[in-house]
């Protein structure tokens, strides 16, 4: 069974700054990809960025950059210079190449971004 | 290109009665997959389709059901509600298992 842990329920960052917002995952899979998704409170989910557990290099976009050690299962998400807008919950997840699109999501982290 | 349109956005339905929420995934996304979000339990997966076929189902009961007709669109229908299926039901579509997965705005599900 696979399995996300994101163990910051809320985070305050002050406009400008960068953050980073954590993730843990266990899976005994060889083969899965990692997500961060972005949730305002309008409740859509907003795909911000993927890392495939092959990739040698940290995914980027924009932004977002997803430090992602495999060692140590952790695959934090890095958003640098906060915009107010960015305040939103923002959930990790992670799908096993080998199971479809199911996707296991993690309990979220409230951001919010002071000015 | 359209994004994943899920309607409607909002519904109220009593204990008892049986709901149907519809999904149009993005154009040439043949995957699609459904989840339900409380705050409670947070996000669960329900089901995934992929060329009208169902081909994973999470930890739900038989009451929750799904289909997807030949293009590509998903229904998800709830029978026999009960209070604790209020929540917020996602669709989200894709082109394989190694692509992202898009999601749309949600059916908003309330049961009284």
């Known amino acids: 069974a696979q399995k996300i842990t994101q163990t910051q329920p809320g985070m305050f960052v002050q406009e400008k700054e960068a953050v980073t917002l954590d993730c843990t995952y266990d899976?005994?899979?060889?083969?899965?990809?990692l997500f961060w998704y972005k949730q305002p409170s309008s409740g859509e989910m907003i795909f911000l960025i993927y890392?495939?557990?092959?990739?040698?290099q940290n995914a980027t976009e924009g932004r977002y950059s997803l430090n992602f050690q495999k060692a140590r299962k952790s695959a934090n998400l890095v958003i640098s210079a906060s915009q107010l807008g960015d305040s939103a919950m923002y959930f990790c997840?992670?799908?096993?190449?080998?199971?479809?699109?199911?996707?296991?999501f993690g309990g979220g982290t409230r951001l919010m971004v002071k000015p | 290109k359209a994004g994943v349109t899920q309607t409607p956005r909002y519904l109220i339905k009593t204990r008892g009665q049986q709901v149907t929420l519809s999904c149009s995934p993005i154009?040439?996304?043949?995957?699609v997959s459904w989840y339900q979000q409380t705050p409670g339990q947070g996000l669960q997966f329900l089901f995934e389709?992929?060329?009208?076929?169902?081909?994973n189902k999470g930890n739900f009961p038989g009451r929750f059901s799904g289909r997807q007709f030949s293009n590509s669109r998903s229904e998800m229908n709830v029978s026999t509600l009960e209070l604790g299926d209020s929540a917020l039901y996602l669709c989200?579509?894709?082109?394989?298992?190694?692509?992202?997965?898009?999601f749309g705005n949600g059916t908003r599900l309330t049961v009284t």
């Open positions: 154009s040439g996304h043949r995957s």
């Open positions: 989200a579509s894709s082109t394989s298992t190694v692509s992202p997965l898009h």
């Open positions: 890392q495939g557990s092959y990739d040698e």
């Open positions: 389709y992929f060329s009208e076929t169902q081909r």
């Open positions: 899976t005994s899979d060889q083969s899965y990809g």
């Open positions: 997840a992670m799908r096993s190449n080998n199971a479809g699109n199911m996707l296991t």
